[in-house]
């Protein structure tokens, strides 16, 4: 008897939320998990390892490892064509839907790490493309994909009952985007970025929902502001002993 090639049974059991996004880990084939995305019109299904659609190439799990091993094998400075920024481009939609997924589902250590793959991909494509304008197209979302990852790691440390590491990772993260906008000469628009702003509260209500005073390395940058050099060298000292 052939198997059915029609979804409507998914589709019956799992209807479309508009607002929302709906995700869900399942079994696949090989005892490996699958994510599956509900779409207006259909279902996404994301590998959970590698690229999201699972496609290799030779021996490279993703697109930006191959075009990496492609530029250390290469004897002249290494541009990418119009074939490879289509692949690229291919990669960063995949890499996208998989770290909402990872959002929506909660696993923010798998969130962090495709977000960390996003902003290696536009490295790359900054280093080695010959067209600016495409460049620059991926460049503008630099900032979302990092609000991402500050976002996804500090829900991680809060999964590790650590909510003064999610305060500093927070901290630590809105100083990096600072960087892009100052990289960018629009350091002015950082104050009022709405990204910035929602990564502000969310830094705030984590201090009034868990009781997190000032994190040692605020304390650090107050006493040095005020150049009280002593009670710096002692929260130096602190945060050395910590990181041992």
Known sequence: MNKPQHLDDIFEDWPFDPGSISVRLVEGS??????????????????????????????????????????????????????????????????????????????????????????????????????????????????????????????????????????ESINHGLDDLRNVFVEHEVEEQFEEDELVNRLVELRESLRSQFDVGKTLREQLAEAVAQEHYELAARLRDELAERSR
């Not at 590698?50 to 075009?67: C, I």
């Not at 094998?73 to 770290?99: A, M, N």
């Not at 080695?128 to 991402?148: G, I, K, L, N």
């Open 30 to 167: 090989g005892d490996r998990e699958v994510i599956q995305m509900r779409i207006e019109m259909g279902v996404l299904q994301l590998e959970t390892t590698g690229r999201p659609d699972g496609e290799m190439h030779g021996e490279a799990t993703t697109y930006l490892s191959f075009l990496q091993q492609l530029r250390d094998k290469s004897k002249e400075p290494f541009k990418l064509d119009e074939d490879q920024c289509f692949e690229c481009d291919r990669e960063f939609v995949q890499f996208y839907h998989r770290r909402i997924c990872w959002l929506a589902l909660q696993q923010y250590e798998f969130a962090v790490l495709d977000a960390d793959h996003s902003l290696a991909l536009m490295d790359f494509c900054r280093d080695h493309s010959a067209d600016e304008e495409w460049t620059m197209s991926h460049e503008q979302y630099r900032p979302f994909v990092m609000y991402h990852r500050i976002q996804a790691s500090a829900l991680a440390c809060l999964d590790s009952d650590s909510p003064e590491a999610a305060v």
